[in-house]
């Protein structure tokens, strides 16, 4: 229910619900600014590989600064 500052950390958001024993929901909540719909289905992407390789993230292709994509 809080508004998104742009002046004011974070602009994403991760709520983890229990909804039983085994299961869960996620919710993520972010502003356009910072992710679209091309950018949400690569976190869950990543997010699912993480999670399918028990928190693994060694799996996950090398990320670039934004200084490094600028150059590209």
Avoid at 4 to 29: K, M
Avoid at 38 to 46: G, H, K, P, Q
Wanted: zero cysteines.
């Amino acid at each position: 229910s809080e508004r998104f500052d742009l002046a004011v950390p974070p602009l994403l958001r991760l709520l983890l619900i229990r909804l039983g024993e085994d299961r869960h929901r996620l919710v993520v909540t972010s502003h356009h600014v910072v992710m679209d719909g091309w950018s949400m289905a690569v976190l869950f992407n990543e997010l699912s590989a993480v999670y399918a390789a028990g928190s693994d993230t060694s799996g996950l292709p090398r990320t670039l600064s934004y200084r490094e994509y600028l150059a590209w």
